[in-house]
């Protein structure tokens, strides 16, 4: 029964997959056939809900939390098919970047990178996995782990292991600061302009590399230059193939004027077509390694699409506005707006409470005139906050990822170096904004 209910769940999603290209493509002409992509949607939640695990079960009923507190009226039908067409193109970009990080896991480059990797001495290895953790990361997101840990010598006691696993950890959620593939950047294209939120990624590129020349150092044994160069060159091999990834997306979206999401969704299929022309034998792993992960994200589609509905709707009214009138009256200063984003998300994170929780609510509360506040500095600081909050909350699909690939338990990678780490990211990357704030 369970392997039937499988089965049509897998069909549902590849057709509201399909459903949300269009819908990009088209436009409004398509509407009628998003509507029955948003009954599809509600059909795949039903079937996927009684299956869901009990952290990701807690975060739906904290984001039921939030929209009640939120919304100052039932939703009519109409709002509701609204929000669940805004919603679709979310339910495409995790099958998405399953195709992508299952098509990379079969490229000779990235093979040959992991193969670099692997003969890092240890006193190099540490800011080489953060380094390629960063840059796969900013692709494929948590697919980044599992080309890493494979690269980790197999007799590596628990120390290495650890030390690996937070630097690969560290590497993947700091690169959320520029990447357009993250979900992250998708929720702050909500409430920032579009224009705003890539010049957010300009931001994002200078935030991360001062991010990396504070923790390489920091965190690598007897660190040298000579080090630094060795772990560079591991990268060489996948360097321009990401580059021109990321470089497409960016000119698709300019071009054609969609948002980075959108654009994911319609350009990396398209590169991995590519990639099936080039590399045809290659074409029957990478589906069954697809069709497989896509049986496994049913909690991670169900919370972000909720999380986008209570964001679509947080935006439609101005109750959380009005609370916080209640206690401030005014126009809240820019550099509260700037420093207390990443922080209370990194700090909420700690205690179970995801990011995708606290985004929401607080840019609905700075966004759109809440705060005196540049939307771009606003943008970057949800990311960092998301980035500082995924590397410091044990109920993180990150740290539960790479805990388990590395072989290490999520409350030691969390309760490391880690988290001072993530509260010194928050912290100072909201003090750093909110100065820049000041001069714009």
Not at 10 to 24: E, N, S, Y
Not at 41 to 53: A, E, S
Request: proline share 4%; net charge neutral.
């Amino acid at each position: 029964m369970q392997s039937m209910i499988d089965v049509i769940r897998f069909g549902l999603l590849c057709a509201i997959w399909l459903v949300a290209l269009i819908q990009i493509i088209a436009g409004e002409q398509a509407t009628a056939l998003s509507d029955v992509g948003v009954i599809m949607f509600v059909i795949f939640g039903l079937l996927t809900v009684p299956k869901m695990r009990r952290d990701s079960f807690i975060i739906l009923l904290l984001l039921g939390f939030v929209a009640w507190l939120l919304l100052d009226h039932l939703p009519t039908s109409d709002e509701w098919f609204e929000a669940g067409r805004r919603i679709l193109i979310f339910a495409a970009l995790l099958p998405t970047m399953i195709l992508v990080r299952a098509t990379a896991e079969t490229m000779p480059s990235v093979h040959k990178t992991q193969q670099a990797l692997a003969t890092l001495p240890p006193e190099a290895s540490s800011g080489g996995l953060q380094m390629a953790g960063h840059v796969f990361g900013g692709v494929i997101n948590t697919g980044a782990f599992a080309m890493l840990s494979a690269a980790l010598p197999p007799n590596s006691d628990m120390r290495r292991r650890r030390m690996a696993a937070e630097a690969a950890l560290r590497g993947m959620v700091s690169s959320c600061v520029w990447s357009p593939f993250f979900v992250a950047f998708a929720i702050g294209q909500i409430f920032v302009p579009v224009a705003q939120s890539w010049i957010a990624i300009a931001l994002g590129l200078v935030t991360a590399i001062i991010f990396a020349l504070i923790t390489v150092p920091l965190f690598s044994q007897q660190f040298s230059f000579a080090q630094l160069r060795m772990s560079l060159a591991c990268l060489q091999p996948v360097s321009m193939r990401l580059l021109v990834v990321l470089m497409t997306v960016i000119a698709a979206a300019v071009m054609f004027n969609l948002t980075a999401l959108s654009t994911v969704v319609i350009v990396m299929p398209c590169l991995v077509a590519i990639q099936f022309v080039r590399h045809r034998a290659n074409i029957p792993v990478i589906m069954t390694q697809t069709r497989h992960a896509m049986t496994n994200i049913g909690d991670d589609i169900i919370i972000i699409t909720v999380a986008m509905i209570v964001g679509f709707f947080a935006t439609q009214t101005n109750v959380l506005q009005t609370l916080v009138a209640s206690f401030y009256v005014g126009v809240i200063p820019g550099w509260f707006a700037l420093i207390a984003t990443p922080t209370l998300m990194m700090m909420a994170s700690v205690v179970g409470v995801h990011p995708v929780i606290t985004s929401t609510a607080l840019l609905a509360i700075f966004s759109r005139g809440g705060a005196d506040v540049q939307p771009a500095l606003l943008m970057q600081s949800h990311l960092i906050g998301w980035g500082a909050g995924t590397m410091a909350s044990v109920a993180s699909l990150s740290v539960i990822t790479c805990a388990s690939l590395y072989n290490v338990t999520s409350r030691d990678l969390v309760l490391g170096s880690n988290l001072p780490t993530a509260f010194c990211y928050a912290f100072g990357g909201g003090i750093i904004l909110a100065l820049v704030n000041m001069f714009v």
